[in-house]
C-alpha cells in the first residue's frame, strides 16, 4: 500500500507560480512511477506530467510543456511539481498518482492517488 498527501495548493495571480508536494509513504517509493493529474470543475481528470522511478526521465502534457516541471526525491519519498507562469486554465484540483508503467497519461493505469490540492489561478 502506498498512501500519498498532496501539499502547496493555493490561490495565485496569473503569471505566478506555486510548487505542489507529494509525500508518499511505505518503503517502495522508488519503485513506483508518478504522475500528477488535474481536474477542472465540470470537467474529466487530465493528465499534467509523469516521472520515470529514478526521476531521469519525464513525460509533460502540451499543456504545460515548458512551465511546469516535475522531480523527485525518493530519499524523501517526495515528488514536486513546479509551476510558473500560471494561468486562469491551469486552475484545478491537483492528484499525485502511483503506478507501476512510465510513461502512462490513463488514470486507469495508476494504482494510488492523492486526495487533491486545489490550485486556483485569478486573471
Known amino acids: 500500500q502506498v498512501q500519498l498527501v498532496e501539499s502547496g495548493g493555493g490561490l495565485v495571480q496569473a503569471g505566478g507560480s506555486l510548487r505542489l508536494s507529494c509525500a508518499a509513504s511505505g518503503h517502495t517509493f522508488s519503485s513506483y512511477a508518478m504522475g500528477w493529474f488535474r481536474q477542472a470543475p465540470g470537467k474529466e481528470r487530465e493528465f499534467v506530467v509523469a516521472i520515470s522511478w529514478s526521476g531521469g526521465t519525464t513525460y509533460y502534457a502540451d499543456s504545460v510543456k515548458g512551465r511546469f516541471t516535475i522531480s523527485r526525491d525518493n530519499a524523501k519519498n517526495t515528488v514536486f511539481l513546479q509551476m510558473n507562469s500560471l494561468k486562469p486554465e491551469d486552475t484545478a484540483v491537483y492528484y499525485c498518482?502511483?503506478?507501476?508503467?512510465?510513461?502512462?497519461?490513463?488514470?486507469?493505469?495508476?494504482?494510488?492517488w492523492g486526495q487533491g490540492t486545489q490550485v486556483t489561478v485569478s486573471a
Open positions: 498518482a502511483a503506478g507501476k508503467f512510465f510513461p502512462v497519461v490513463y488514470t486507469t493505469s495508476y494504482d494510488y
